[in-house]
T-cell receptor, first 114, second 111 residues
Framework: NAGVTQTPKFQVLKTGQSMTLQCAQDMNHEYMSWYRQDPGMGLRLIHYSVGAGITDQGEVPNGYNVSRSTTEDFPLRLLSAAPSQTSVYFC?????????????FGEGSRLTVL | GNSVTQMEGPVTLSEEAFLTINCTYTATGYPSLFWYVQYPGEGLQLLLKATKADDKGSNKGFEATYRKETTSFHLEKGSVQVSDSAVYFCARGDSNYQLIWGAGTKLIIKP
C-alpha cells in the first residue's frame, strides 16, 4: 500500500533557485493539501485542493504555487527559494470535502535553502 | 478566535507511568477533534478522534474525551511504553476544509 508518496525526501537549494516537491496518492482521495512544519509552530497549511482543477490558499501561501491536474497528483512549486522556506514539508490527503476527517500524511520532504 | 492550545513539552516520563497531555480549543459550535502522532522521522498519523460532545476516542491504549463544558480534549494513557515516544498534535476541524493544529507536545519515555 503506497498511500501518500512524497519526493524528494531531502533537498538543498540556493537562494533564488526553483524546485517542485512532488506528491502522489493512490487512494482516490478528493482532498489534498500541503503543510510546512517548523519547530515550535506546529503545522501550517500552505495550499489545498478539493478536487482536480480546484486549488485554494491556506494560511501561508506566499512563495508557493500548486496545481491539481489529476486526482492523484498535487505538486508544490517554489518559484524563487528563500532561506525562510527552510522547513519540513508534508503532503496530506483525505477522503472527502466538507469538515475534514482523517488525514493521510506522506513521510515529509526536508528542504534547506542556503 | 480559532485556536488549539496544548501543553508545552517536552514531557518526560518513566515507562509504565500515567500520561496526560492537555488540549483545549476555541470554536463556535462543536467541531470534530483529533489527536495525531508523529514518530521520529515519519509523517503524522491519526491516533484517535471524536466527532461530537461526550464522545470518547480510543486507540492503542490512548483515550480522549470530548468535553464541551471545558472545551477540552485531553489525551490519556494508563501505562506508557518507550515506543510511545513521539510528538503528539491536537487538532480540531474547521469549516474551510482545514484542521486547526496545536503546536505539538514532544513525549519522551525513559526505560
Amino acid at each position: 500500500n503506497a498511500g501518500v508518496t512524497q519526493t524528494p525526501k531531502f533537498q538543498v537549494l540556493k537562494t533564488g533557485q526553483s524546485m517542485t516537491l512532488q506528491c502522489a496518492q493512490d487512494m482516490n482521495h478528493e482532498y489534498m493539501s500541503w503543510y510546512r512544519q517548523d519547530p515550535g509552530m506546529g503545522l501550517r497549511l500552505i495550499h489545498y485542493s478539493v478536487g482536480a482543477g480546484i486549488t485554494d490558499q491556506g494560511e501561508v501561501p506566499n512563495g508557493y504555487n500548486v496545481s491539481r491536474s489529476t486526482t492523484e497528483d498535487f505538486p508544490l512549486r517554489l518559484l524563487s527559494a528563500a532561506p525562510s522556506q527552510t522547513s519540513v514539508y508534508f503532503c496530506a490527503s483525505s477522503y472527502g470535502t466538507g469538515v475534514p476527517g482523517e488525514l493521510f500524511f506522506g513521510e515529509g520532504s526536508r528542504l534547506t535553502v542556503l | 478566535g480559532n485556536s488549539v492550545t496544548q501543553m508545552e513539552g517536552p514531557v518526560t516520563l518513566s515507562e509504565e507511568a500515567f500520561l496526560t497531555i492537555n488540549c483545549t480549543y476555541t470554536a463556535t459550535g462543536y467541531p470534530s477533534l483529533f489527536w495525531y502522532v508523529q514518530y521520529p522521522g515519519e509523517g503524522l498519523q491519526l491516533l484517535l478522534k471524536a466527532t461530537k460532545a461526550d464522545d470518547k476516542g480510543s486507540n492503542k491504549g490512548f483515550e480522549a474525551t470530548y468535553r464541551k463544558e471545558t472545551t477540552s480534549f485531553h489525551l490519556e494513557k494508563g501505562s506508557v511504553q518507550v515506543s510511545d515516544s513521539a510528538v503528539y498534535f491536537c487538532a480540531r476541524g474547521d469549516s474551510n476544509y482545514q484542521l486547526i493544529w496545536g503546536a505539538g507536545t514532544k513525549l519522551i519515555i525513559k526505560p
